[in-house]
């Protein structure tokens, strides 16, 4: 059962909103109001949005109006409503990270990410649902309830970025941002039908995100078309003081790039990413990717990746050892709950943490504490981290030979809400085909391409080279192109 609340908010791309607002057909401040009123409709079905901050929102729009109005020069995004996952800080408005931990906990500043948005002229409609601390596969562990996949009700949006995703493909704002630490941007894009876009690590500033896991974590865009995430991608990116891993690599004209023709372009199919597996219609439809792209001039090149099939595993170690040390800080003494029955400061520390963390929270928490223990470290985490070098190495080789990879998003298509949530190995094995290229610290997005029979969107899945995200959106865009001309 897909969503039957049509409206031509769905189809609206960044490029289309802007320009209305710049030639004066239409309106920032009317562009809101259409989309508050939408969500005021849909979202009590989607629950993609945890809190809306209209009149932030609309206090912006007034000035993009205002701009327009008086001839000035207008950003990149202006007027263009947007939503940010509720990982990321927004100055005075509750910022949750899908937890209860963190219930009523207002950030005294902005993410550098929403920072540069508005900068930029867009518009802030409101904060996405997320899995807990961003760390899921399904948008199921959020402590305030699931977000359904419009596109089909009774199944996941993906996740953790759930909400930024089900968000865009509703039109319940024209762009997103969510973050991805092993595919929580890729794999949503594809369950919901959208374009997801995961930044090389060091691309965008982490500023202002709730850390997961820091040598993990990035934040990037989800649009309607490839042309929209690189013009907010081009926004996003640059280097930032208030980062230390951030690059000071320069920042492409990514809009300008993604349109650049492919031919002459070197494509990798890695063998290990279609085994067993893999859903019989998500292998026609990157197949038949892979065609779209012979045919615009691409050459396709064999490659391999031999340490993908360790991917899983290290990930789930270094992830949660990371965890581990980055929620330590949620204690009850400095924001968010606190229990309020505890009589010692020992107690207080460990019953504000078991009412504030969700289960798959403390789950993870609990392995990466053990991974990091004594007698264990060495065993699991330092090993880990060598495998990690190894998977690294392997993207390093196999871009020697070809200038970008296209391969799966995702096992399967969307899987049914509560289809996997009592198996946390299956729910794992979701992010197969995604956390290589985490790990590796490259650059990656999911683009439609397709539907299945039972008409579930499909993702293909373009890695690049570190710090060349310019390739990556020109393949896309080819792919997206291919789709038009079906």
């Known amino acids: 059962m897909s969503l039957e609340s049509k409206s031509s ?19 920032a401040v009317r562009l809101a109001m259409e989309h508050y009123a939408r969500i005021a409709v849909v979202d009590s079905e989607v629950h993609s949005y945890l809190a809306l901050t209209e009149e932030r929102a609309m206090a912006q729009a007034e000035r993009v109006d205002a701009a327009a109005k008086a001839g000035e020069p207008l950003g990149p995004l202006a007027g263009v409503p947007v939503g940010i996952k509720d990982v ?14 963190l219930a009523g906990y207002r950030p005294p500043y902005d993410a ?3 920072a540069r948005l508005e900068a930029a002229g867009a518009v802030v409609l409101g904060k996405l649902n997320c899995d807990e601390f961003a760390m899921g596969s399904s948008n199921e562990n959020s402590a305030y309830g699931p977000v359904r996949n419009p596109r089909a009700m009774d199944r996941v949006p993906g996740g953790s970025s759930g909400g930024s995703a089900a968000a865009v493909a509703a039109g319940l704002c024209v762009a997103s941002l969510g973050t991805d630490t092993g595919g929580s941007i890729r794999q949503p894009a594809a369950f919901c039908g959208v374009v997801g876009v995961l930044p090389t690590y060091g691309r965008v500033s982490r500023y202002g995100l709730i850390a997961f896991a820091s040598s993990l974590d990035r934040v990037g865009p989800f649009a309607r078309s490839v042309e929209d995430a690189a013009t907010m991608l081009e926004v996003l990116s640059g280097a930032d003081a208030m980062d230390a891993t951030s690059s000071q690599a320069a920042v492409v004209a990514y809009a300008a790039e993604a349109k650049k023709d492919v031919a002459g372009l070197r494509i990798g199919v890695p063998e290990e990413y279609f085994g067993e597996g893999l859903d019989v219609e998500i292998r026609a439809a990157i197949e038949r990717a892979l065609d779209e792209l012979r045919a615009a001039g691409c050459t396709i090149h064999k490659v391999s990746l031999p340490h993908t099939r360790y991917a899983v595993p ?8 990371e965890a581990s040390s980055n929620l330590s800080r949620f204690d009850g003494v400095r924001y968010g709950l606190r229990a309020e029955d505890a009589t010692t400061l020992s107690g207080m520390f460990r019953e504000t943490r078991d009412e504030g963390f969700g289960a798959e929270v403390k789950r993870r928490i609990l392995l990466g504490t053990y991974v990091l223990s004594a007698g264990y470290y060495d065993a699991y985490y330092r090993k880990a981290q060598q495998v990690r070098a190894l998977l690294t190495r392997d993207f390093v080789e196999a871009f020697g030979v070809v200038d970008a990879i296209v391969c799966p998003v995702t096992p399967t298509p969307a899987f049914k809400l509560g289809e996997k949530t009592d198996d946390p190995l299956q729910m794992y094995l979701e992010d197969i085909y995604s956390v290589a290229a985490s790990l590796a610290g490259i650059c990656g997005m999911s683009v439609p391409c397709g539907e299945t029979q039972g008409g579930l969107p499909i993702g293909v899945q373009v890695l690049g080279k570190h710090f060349d995200e310019a390739t990556m959106l020109r393949v896309g865009a080819a792919i997206e192109a291919g789709q038009r001309g079906r």
């Open 9 to 27: 908010l769905e189809g609206l791309t960044l490029a289309e909103a802007r320009a209305g607002v710049v030639d004066g057909s239409r309106s």
């Open 112 to 114: 550098t990410v929403v």
């Open 88 to 101: 990321l800080a927004t100055r005075g408005v509750v910022t949750t990270a899908g937890s209860k931990i």
């Open 314 to 321: 290290t990930y789930y170690v270094i992830a949660t050892a």
